[in-house]
């Protein structure tokens, strides 16, 4: 066997080269991997989230409206583990902006979950307003008041959960299959408060407990309000497009 006299030298030319584009190339398409994982991972945990603070709406004010200091009790101790969740979501996602710098329909996206991961904490932190009411409680409403008060409840959590679902499927459409849920709300609010102003005409124990049930109720109209936010982003995510202020809606 014969043996060169000048060992083989590193090919130092445009196969070299070619080498360290393919590992850039690689190693970016391996970051942009990693990026669309958290994206998933963060989306995901988010509305898990939001699934937990949709199914607290209506267990939070039947227990104010039954006296349940301890389901109240139970609801107000899960917040914690929302509020956590959230702001573990938003440092995911302002990291993600930082290091990936998104345009356009990411940017889109990942603004958009940081307002779900606000809307998720306000709407639990409502539900728990109306839960910590139960301590409060003095006497009992009208049947058909109380029946009222669970429908609007009703209300928001299905406003809530058609959001969610709007939002996750990225809907074109959202905003428009949100009105009737929107309206269905502010009609039962509207009807609620004016007779709870009514029955709280009626004397001193139906005044105090008609005012805890129009707190309750403002809570509900906002958590309706939430959801709407949500529905919104995730139209604004497809097509860019905002919904104008409802006052120019008419």
Do not use: C
Request: proline content about 4%; glycine content about 8%; charged content about 30%.
């Amino acid at each position: 066997m014969t043996i060169p006299d000048h060992p083989a030298q590193p090919d130092e030319g445009p196969r070299a080269e070619q080498s360290v584009e393919e590992r850039t190339i690689r190693a970016m398409g391996m970051l942009r991997v990693d990026y669309h994982v958290a994206l998933l991972h963060v989306e995901d945990d988010l509305l898990r989230l939001g699934r937990a603070v949709e199914a607290a709406v209506v267990p939070a004010t039947d227990a104010l409206l039954q006296g349940d200091v301890e389901e109240a009790q139970r609801i107000i101790s899960r917040d914690d583990a929302i509020d956590l969740g959230t702001h573990e979501a938003e440092d995911v996602v302002h990291g993600l902006i930082t290091r990936q710098a998104p345009i356009a329909d990411e940017l889109r996206l990942l603004l958009s979950l940081l307002s779900l991961a606000r809307s998720v904490e306000r709407i639990g932190d409502y539900t728990v307003n109306i839960a910590k009411l139960t301590r409060g409680l003095r006497g009992w409403g009208p049947d058909d008041l109380t029946a009222q008060v669970r429908e609007m409840a009703l209300a928001a959590e299905r406003a809530v959960r058609t959001a969610l679902d709007l939002f996750s499927r990225r809907d074109p459409r959202g905003v428009e299959q949100m009105a009737e849920v929107e309206d269905r709300l502010d009609r039962l609010r509207d009807g609620l408060i004016g007779r709870l102003m009514t029955h709280a005409a009626e004397g001193t124990g139906a005044t105090e407990w008609a005012i805890m049930m129009i707190q309750v109720a403002r809570h509900l109209e906002r958590i309706g309000d939430h959801g709407v936010g949500i529905a919104e982003k995730g139209q604004w995510i497809t097509t860019g497009e905002r919904r104008p202020p409802r006052a120019a809606r008419g």
